[in-house]
């Protein structure tokens, strides 16, 4: 697959100190990711654990067989690959096993709190049963927190593409009072955009919003700003995934910056599903320059061969950032999560301190 990683080593800042390398600064940033999908998230690692299992699977386990596997044509492309990932997970094992391993990746990358997007329909509808589902993502939410500090939440999504049945089967399993999980904070809409307009979900996303989740949908990331205008105007969405092509409308800009609708941009994300030619075409800078709330995310970091801490380092290259620019960003990502108010000012204070302590001489 290309790579699109910043070539190691190569300083992104035109800071005060010259030769520091931001790659460093950023390993130990402590940081929030509100754009990450569970299975996307699968590293070769936890796939060749999963394929073992399950042996009779198409996906390859060898790591560099799985790279190739994990070059995209385009958006379309990937969702075919991205759902032959979703086939390895057919036990509450293999969730709880993919959800705690996640974390583990995370908590490396000192990922303090992230809103994973999970897809429960698509393992309901494969016959993982639903409560044991639930208890299954929950243990491992739990597990993980103790043993690594990292707080997760979720935000469970409708897969587009599979209609209104998926629309229903998700509000469903997102509002049940015996089946909701502790964790679940918001609800969001993922999948292809083109042909999937997103008025049609209103009324899934009215249910799950009266019920106290956060609206997340994707928008603008395959499609034009109209989408994301659906999104802020029928979805009531609070953030926007992705929202690449707001670019092209600056009303909408102005409206996202106004507002505080932050953007979950996922630079390397856009590259390997086509939504944008190349990293230095990408319109980051546009939402910067017009005052949007711009938070750094990864999407399906091992299928787009990045992590959150590359991400980082593209921002910081594509904006010209020294380290209170990268701090600044980390802490926009605090300021758009639905973490409590405390939790947002302790992460933002731990944000604080590391950058000083690294910045004192
Ligand atoms: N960059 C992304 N942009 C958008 N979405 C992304 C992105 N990355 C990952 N996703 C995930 O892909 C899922 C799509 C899964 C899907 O379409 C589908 C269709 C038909 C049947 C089934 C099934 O399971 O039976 C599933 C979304 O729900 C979302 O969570
Ligand atoms: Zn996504």
């Known amino acids: 697959m290309t790579d699109n990683r910043t070539a190691p080593g190569a300083s992104a800042m035109p ?19 509100l754009h990450v999908h569970h299975v996307g998230s699968a590293s070769p690692r936890i796939v060749a654990e999963l394929a073992a299992r399950h042996p009779d699977s ?24 991205y759902l032959s990932v979703v086939d390895l997970i057919r036990t509450p094992e293999d969730v709880r096993l993919l959800t705690f391993e996640v974390a583990r990746d995370l908590a490396r990358q000192q990922v303090r709190y992230a809103e ?12 993982i049963d639903e409560r044991a589902f639930m208890e299954a993502i929950e243990d491992a939410r739990k597990a993980a927190e103790s043993e690594f500090g990292t707080v997760l939440r979720w ?13 229903e089967e998700t509000v469903r399993l997102a509002t049940d009072d015996r089946l909701r999980p502790e964790g679940l904070v918001s609800f969001g809409l993922g999948g292809p955009e083109i042909g999937v307009p997103r008025p049609q979900f209103k009324p899934y996303f ?17 499609t034009g700003p109209e989408t994301v205008w659906d999104a802020l105007t029928e979805l009531r969405a609070e953030r926007i995934g992705h929202g690449t092509s707001s670019a092209q409308d600056p009303k909408l800009l102005a409206h996202l910056a106004e507002h505080r609708v932050a953007l979950e941009v996922c630079p390397t994300s856009n590259i390997a599903t086509r939504a944008v030619r190349t990293l230095d075409e990408h319109p980051i800078k546009e ?69 000083s302590t690294w910045l004192t001489p």
């Open 155 to 167: 935000c469970f999504d409708i897969p587009g593409e599979a209609g209104l049945v998926s629309a």
């Open 15 to 33: 800071s005060t100190s010259g030769t520091r390398d931001p790659h460093a600064f950023i390993a130990g940033l402590p940081k929030a990711e």
């Open 287 to 355: 939402f910067v320059r017009a005052g949007v709330l711009v938070t750094i995310n990864s999407d399906d970091p091992p299928m787009f061969g990045t992590d959150l801490n590359n991400e980082y380092a593209i921002a910081a290259r594509l904006l010209d950032l020294d380290e209170q620019g990268l701090a600044a960003l980390a802490k926009n990502a605090v300021a758009a999560s639905f973490l409590d108010e405390p939790g947002k000012a302790r992460l933002s204070d731990e944000i604080d301190s590391y950058t």
């Open 116 to 127: 994973l997007t999970v897809t429960p329909y698509s393992s309901t509808r494969r016959g």
């Open 206 to 222: 009215d249910r799950a919003i009266a019920a106290g989740l956060r609206s997340v949908p994707h928008a603008g990331e395959t």
């Open 58 to 81: 198409k996906v390859p386990t060898d790591p560099e067989a799985l790279a190739d596997y994990f070059t995209f044509t385009d958006f379309a492309h990937f969702i075919q690959v």
